[in-house]
């Protein structure tokens, strides 16, 4: 793997961990609006932390992502169907 493709990869991982750590722990406003009784934004949305959160787990799904690319264990350039020779 390039590092440009490391680096593309890394940015996907990042923001499919962002969507599933942005609804971690938060809870709507206390008060609905008056008019549509939309509860609008969470109390404390914490983004600083689940900023930090989605970087680490990112950086584990991708050490484990670039582990298997890297390895032997699962390689699509030998396949198992190749016939084995004349």
Known sequence: MSWVSGIVLYIMIWWV???AVLPI???PSVQPDQTSGWRGAPVAPRLVKKLVMT???AAVVWLLAYAI???DYLS???GLLAPSGP
């Open 55 to 57: 970087s680490c787990v």
């Open 76 to 78: 699509f350039r030998s």
């Open 25 to 27: 722990g938060t809870t």
């Open 69 to 71: 690319i890297t390895s």
């Open 17 to 19: 961990a962002l969507f």
